[in-house]
């Protein structure tokens, strides 16, 4: 397997993982009533480190798109045959002229 997809399936399975991980944190928090400050706290602590974890997986989600589009090979001009002039030098005299057609 090549680096880059290598690099993406990782990124890919880490992504899953803390999303996994993110989805239970957050099952959590919302099983706890905050009827005392201890738990308010703890519910806000969560919802930061939620909070954290999806910047962190929208950041490796960008960079995994950055990637891609380095990846993607831009076209290539197509080769356009130029047609040469046909051009005859004349000579009158002293003076040489082209003649182009």
Known sequence: MSHPRLSAVLISAALSIAALLG???YASAQVVIPTDRNALIQQNELQTLRNQLQRQQF?????LYREQDRQIVPKSRPEVPVV??????????????????
């Not at 950041?59 to 960079?63: H, L, V």
């Not at 046909?86 to 182009?100: D, Y």
């Open 23 to 25: 989805a239970a944190s």
């Open 59 to 63: 950041q490796q989600q960008q960079q």
């Open 84 to 101: 040469k002039q046909n051009c005859q030098s004349q000579v009158i005299g002293t003076t040489v002229s082209r003649v182009c057609r």
